[in-house]
């Protein structure tokens, strides 16, 4: 368990906290990592949203040949690397 007093900051309209680095390192949070913020009577609970694993087909999909050196997905499968 960690715990530490930390002071709520302005941030825009609204108000915030940083998260310190152990908790950050703790929960693998690094910037743009989504998370769910609830209240539970006088607390507030901060989890984190398991990522959605994408399959094979989304990767492949997602693939940039260009990024990549093209030639991965150039050729059909042959001989023993059909499935």
Do not use: C
Not at 12 to 20: E, F, T
Not at 38 to 44: G, I
Request: glycine share 6%; aromatic share 6%.
């Amino acid at each position: 368990m960690y715990s530490k007093n930390i002071s709520v900051q302005k941030w825009g309209n609204s108000l915030a906290v940083r998260i310190p680095a152990p908790v950050a390192q703790r929960m693998h949070l690094i910037p743009g990592t989504i998370i769910e913020l609830s209240m539970q009577e006088n607390m507030v609970v901060i989890k984190s949203v398991a990522s959605k694993r994408i399959s094979l087909d989304e990767r492949i999909a997602r693939f940039d040949s260009e990024k990549h050196g093209g030639e991965v997905l150039a050729y059909k499968s042959v001989g023993v690397e059909k499935f």
